[in-house]
C-alpha cells in the first residue's frame, strides 16, 4: 500500500519501468517514519510480478509469495537492529544472492534497508557488485541521508528523493488515522513524517515526552532541582529524547533572538520562555553541541550507561 506523499515519485518510478529503463541500483533517500520500505517492496514486488509491468498484479505466484513473505527471489537486508552497522558479512551475502539463479525464472530483489548503516569494509564489498552487476538483478538501497554513505556508492546509484508533506497536511493525515486531534509541535518533533507522528502518538510517546519537557524546564531553574529524574526520564525514553530536547534549546534560543515565528515547540510557549529567561544564550549553544554529540554516541554504542552520561551533560546547565 503507498501512502498519499509517495505517489508522485511513484509515478516517476512507474514511467521508467513502461520504458524499460529502471537502474539496476536505485537508492531512495527517505526520513525513517515516512514509509520508506512500503514504498521500496511495491517497486520490487512490480519488478517480480509475472504480469504487471508498471503494478503488480497480485494475484500471480511471484505476487502472493511477495505477499506471504517468502519470495525466494527477494532479500531484504538491515541491521540486526536499528542502531547497529550492516557488516561486511551480510553485505557478502548479498553478493553471492546477486549472481544466483532465479528460483522462479524472474529478477532478483536485493533490498537493503539503513544502507547508511554500512560500515566501510561492507560498503567497499557491495562497490564491486554495483559497478559490474549481474544480469537480471535489481538493488534497492534506502538511507535516511546520503552523508554516511561512501561516494563510490552514491556515484553508482540513481538517488531519489522522497518529499515529506508540509506539516499542515501531516497533522491532518495523522488527524485522520487516529480519529483526533494531535498538536503541530508533535508533527515538528517528527520532521513532519507521517508515520513517525502517528506512532509517537500511539506508543503514547506524547504524553511521556510531555512529562520530561515540564522536569527538564523546571530543573533549568536554579537551584536545579530534579537532576537525576531528568536523567532518568531520559533514560527510559532513549537517546531520541536527547534530539528533541535539542530542539527546545533552539527555540528558547530562537526567543532570546526574538525568532519565535517558528518554534517546534508550538503548543509548549510557556516552558520555553521559562527556560530562556533563565538559561544564558551561550549554555544553550554549548549544550545543544554536547546533546547533539552525545546522540551520536549512543547511536552508535549501545552498551553504554547512558543514565551516567545524561547526567554528565545535565550538570553542565549548572555550571553557567
Not at 509469495?65 to 537492529?81: K, N, W
Not at 548479498?94 to 529478477?107: M, P
Not at 527510559?236 to 534549546?249: I, P, Q, V
Amino acid at each position: 500500500m503507498l501512502y498519499p506523499w509517495q505517489e508522485s515519485l511513484w509515478q516517476n518510478w512507474q514511467q521508467l519501468l513502461d520504458q524499460r529503463r529502471l537502474h539496476h541500483a536505485v537508492l531512495l533517500v527517505a526520513p525513517l517514519g515516512s514509509g520508506r520500505e512500503a514504498l521500496a517492496k511495491q517497486l520490487a514486488q512490480t519488478v517480480l510480478c509475472q504480469n504487471g509491468v508498471t503494478e503488480p498484479c497480485g494475484i500471480c505466484h511471484s505476487c502472493k509469495l511477495f505477499e506471504a513473505g517468502t519470495h525466494p527471489d527477494f532479500h531484504p537486508l538491515a541491521p540486526e537492529q536499528q542502531g547497529k552497522q550492516i557488516g561486511v558479512d551480510a553485505v557478502r551475502k548479498c553478493n553471492r544472492w546477486a549472481v544466483e539463479t532465479s528460483q522462479l525464472g524472474g529478477d532478483r530483489i536485493i533490498m537493503i534497508d539503513y544502507a547508511d548503516a554500512m560500515g566501510e569494509a561492507a560498503a567497499n564489498a557491495l562497490l564491486k557488485t554495483l559497478e559490474e552487476p549481474p544480469s537480471g538483478c535489481q538493488f534497492i538501497l534506502l538511507a535516511s541521508a546520503l552523508d554516511n554513505l561512501l561516494p563510490t556508492i552514491n556515484s553508482r546509484c540513481n538517488k531519489w528523493r522522497l518529499a515529506m508533506p508540509n506539516e499542515a497536511d501531516t497533522q491532518r493525515w495523522v488527524e485522520k488515522q487516529l480519529m483526533q486531534s494531535i498538536k503541530l509541535e508533535t508533527v515538528r518533533l517528527n520532521n513532519s513524517a507521517p508515520i513517525a507522528t502517528m506512532q509517537f502518538i500511539e506508543q503514547g510517546q506524547d504524553i511521556r515526552y510531555g512529562k520530561l519537557l515540564e522536569a527538564f524546564a523546571a530543573f533549568l531553574q536554579p537551584p536545579h532541582i530534579g537532576l537525576y529524574d531528568v536523567a532518568g526520564l531520559c533514560s527510559s525514553e532513549g537517546h531520541n529524547s536527547l534530539k528533541w530536547l535539542s530542539y527546545f534549546m533552539v527555540d528558547c534560543l530562537k526567543l532570546q533572538q526574538g525568532a519565535a515565528g517558528h518554534l517546534v515547540h508550538s503548543e509548549s510557549l510557556p516552558l520555553v520562555q521559562q527556560a530562556a529567561a533563565v538559561v544564558t544564550p551561550a549554555t544553550l549553544i554549548s549544550q545543544s553541541r554536547k546533546a547533539n554529540a552525545l546522540y551520536q554516541q549512543l547511536e552508535r554504542h549501545t552498551g553504554l550507561n547512558a543514565e551516567l552520561l545524561l547526567v554528565e551533560w545535565l550538570t553542565g546547565f549548572m555550571a553557567q
